[in-house]
């Protein structure tokens, strides 16, 4: 079955920590990959995606991803976190362009609390 | 800017009431999705929709149904809400098409507690 896995539910670091949010997924044949930020009583919004080519990509904010199809991962990184980077986090994979499909899988979701 | 809009940021309804939430988007865009947001358990796809008039089940659609009669608009509806339903509802919507990027906005959601 289709699945996407955040293994880290909750995560609290001191400000200018680095940051590892881990994201596996199952899905068969190729991928748009995605991650998803919740700001304290804010709306959903992308933070950066995958689509194809340099499986490294960067995102706003000064975050990063790494897409290692080998292993189903798209672990989301950042070198020094601030106290505004406190948030919910949300990892989503969706089909190909020959997928035919438009939906989203959405992970369970990493909550981040950075400490001032 | 895309700007998806909810009707209502809170709502309190009672068991057995229908009870609908209202989704409109600006951007032209041909998907449309309702979602559930539940803590521990992510977002959850209760329906969506590629075009007007057309919509499909998510993974959770029991208990719900939706209308899309106009692009832009897309409404879910609790036919008798259920304590079971008090949850974060979102609203999401997407370009449509084979080169379609696949970006979802998200609404600022709607926060629905049956009493």
């Known amino acids: 079955a289709q699945s996407v896995s955040q293994h880290n539910h909750h995560v609290i670091l001191s400000e200018a920590a680095s940051l590892e949010l881990g994201c596996n997924y199952s899905?068969?044949?190729?991928?748009?990959l995605f991650w998803y930020v919740q700001y304290p009583g804010q709306h959903l919004q992308l933070l950066l995606k995958y689509f194809s080519g340099d499986p490294l990509v960067k995102g706003i904010k000064g975050f990063e991803a790494e897409f290692i199809k080998s292993k189903f991962s798209f672990n989301l990184r950042k070198p020094s976190v601030q106290w505004s980077d406190t948030a919910e986090y949300f990892c989503a994979v969706m089909g190909g362009p020959t997928s035919g499909t438009y939906k989203y899988i959405f992970g369970t979701g990493t909550r981040l609390k950075v400490l001032a | 800017d895309v700007k998806v809009t909810q009707s209502s940021r809170y709502l309190v309804k009672r068991t057995g009431e229908k009870v609908f939430l209202e989704c409109v988007q600006d951007?032209?865009?041909?998907?449309m999705f309702w979602y559930r947001q539940d803590p521990g358990l992510g977002l959850r796809l209760i329906y969506f929709s590629y075009d007007v008039k057309m919509k499909e089940k998510g993974d959770i659609p029991e208990g719900y149904s939706v209308s899309r009669e106009k692009k832009e608009r897309f409404s879910l509806i609790l036919e008798s809400a259920s304590t079971n339903q008090t949850s974060m509802y979102l609203c999401?919507?997407?370009?449509?098409?084979?080169?379609?990027?696949?970006?979802?906005?998200f609404g600022a959601g709607t926060r629905l507690s049956v009493l």
């Open positions: 951007m032209d865009h041909e998907n």
């Open positions: 899905y068969g044949g190729t991928v748009n």
């Open positions: 999401a919507s997407s370009e449509g098409g084979a080169l379609a990027k696949n970006i979802q906005y």
